[in-house]
């Protein structure tokens, strides 16, 4: 089992920064991805940023060049830097821990991005 706990959310406004943490404890050994999914109210969760267990990253389209995935290996800790937020980022952010057998999830920490 690989237990998860996100902190770092809150309400910011438009143009602001966030940056958003998850520590991972338990099974980490068995981790080959750490990515942060969003959902937004009547929206599907979807996927904003990935780092793979070798370094490499993806991002979505829609927050390419404004978010930014990295990693502190010594704190078994990833994090969501997060700038120039717009109203459209506004959603509960979930940290996932990607396994050959399941997925992990995090209890989801809300970021509002509103003046």
């Known amino acids: 089992q690989v237990q998860l706990v996100e902190s770092g959310g809150g309400l910011v406004q438009p143009g602001g920064s966030l940056r958003l943490s998850c520590a991972a404890s338990?099974?980490?050994?068995?981790?080959?991805?750490m990515n942060w999914y969003r959902q937004a109210p009547g929206k599907q969760r979807e996927l904003v940023a990935e780092?793979?267990?070798?370094?490499?990253?993806g991002y979505a389209d829609s927050v390419k060049g404004r978010f930014t995935i990295s990693r502190d290996n010594a704190k078994n800790t990833v994090y969501l830097q997060m700038n120039s937020l717009r109203s459209e980022d506004t959603a509960v952010y979930y940290c996932?821990?990607?396994?050959?057998?399941?997925?992990?999830w995090g209890q989801g920490t809300q970021v509002t991005v509103s003046s």
């Open positions: 780092i793979t267990s070798g370094g490499s990253t």
């Open positions: 996932n821990a990607a396994t050959i057998a399941q997925g992990f």
């Open positions: 338990g099974r980490i050994f068995n981790i080959y991805a």
